[in-house]
């Protein structure tokens, strides 16, 4: 088998990758090994071939990485600041429950000593998977 033929099945390979999992990093090797079955008519040494899909590869991954939106790290704690309230019993250093966003979370009093009852307002402090830390409103008020 050439290696225009295996150049270009690597090639089909890595662009089915990127179907399967988006990231331009299958688009920019599946493009890099297009160039280098093309080039490989020319280019006959193995070793060089790999070279030039290494260096083209490099380069596409860089260029195409401008492309990918940048995380925005307002949504890693979305809420914080916000007011939640109470819906079951906080105890000292256990886990009770929130109403916040339309729906009912987990949630921890980081101010441990405080008991908090049903219908006490709490203010979201940080979140940790899919529970909520919060202290109660009337800490920043004392």
Known sequence: MSAFVLWLILAVFLWL?????????????????IVVALLSRWVHNGFWQLGLFTLLSGVLILLTRR?????DHALENPGEGEIALVTSTIHP??????AFLGTTWNARCDAQEKLLPPGTKVIVIGQKGNMLNVIPTDLLNS
């Open 17 to 33: 990758l990127e179907f399967l999992a988006p990231a331009l990093v299958g688009a920019s090797l599946g493009s890099a090994a």
């Open 67 to 71: 492309l990918l939106p940048k995380p």
């Open 93 to 98: 250093g256990e886990i009770g429950r929130v």
